[in-house]
């Protein structure tokens, strides 16, 4: 019904602002990273998701489609509402969840309150589908391709690139770099080494 506002925020609350849009506030829950993105009188296009329910109607936010996509998406899991689909947003970027879902990686999407191991599989099942890898990872490089490159993120990014070439799929991939503790020293030749050896036992 509503695609997007755009407005001046006029508060920012624990879950939600409230957006000024000609003189009528909106409140708009969002993810809490996104929250503590935003500052009072900041000028946003917030893109909304419009719910109605038995407990009443209620707009959720997003800064950029690709999330609000993805939340549609968490949406459809049977069993994930959109305060679960919120709360796995606000712990997990795009890109994380597609890592976590491509890897089978559960515990990762646990880690959202009110998201217990049961619903984690019905996401990772439902959604394995529907996320791509080679989406997260350019989602991820725009964000800024130089400093990706000296971090932690962006050394994951390249080796998960390099063992999808040596022909490995991307959730074997995943699994095994999911169960490297990646360092800040850690170079990518260093982390291919170990993610080979767990990819082949």
Known sequence: ???????????????????????????????????????????????????????????YGFLSKETKRVFNLLLSVNGVGPKGALAVLSVLSVEDLTYAVLGDNEKAITAAPGIGPKAAK?????????????????????KGEAAASMSNAGIKNNVLLGLTALGFSSSDALRA???IDINDDMTEEELLKLALKNING
Do not use: C
Not at 3 to 18: A, C, L, R
Not at 19 to 43: F, K, Q, V
Not at 122 to 142: G, R
């Open 177 to 179: 770099l999911n169960a």
């Open 122 to 142: 019905k996401i990772i099942l439902e959604l394995k589908d529907k996320l791509s890898l080679s989406d997260a990872i350019s989602e991820t490089l725009d």
């Open 1 to 59: 019904m509503y695609s997007y506002f755009s407005g001046t925020i006029e508060e920012i609350g624990e879950s939600s602002v409230v957006l000024d849009n000609h003189g009528i506030g909106y409140e708009i829950a969002m993810t809490s990273p996104e929250l503590m993105a935003l500052h009072r009188g900041d000028e946003v296009k917030i893109h909304t998701h419009y719910q109605v329910s038995e407990n009443g109607v209620a707009l």
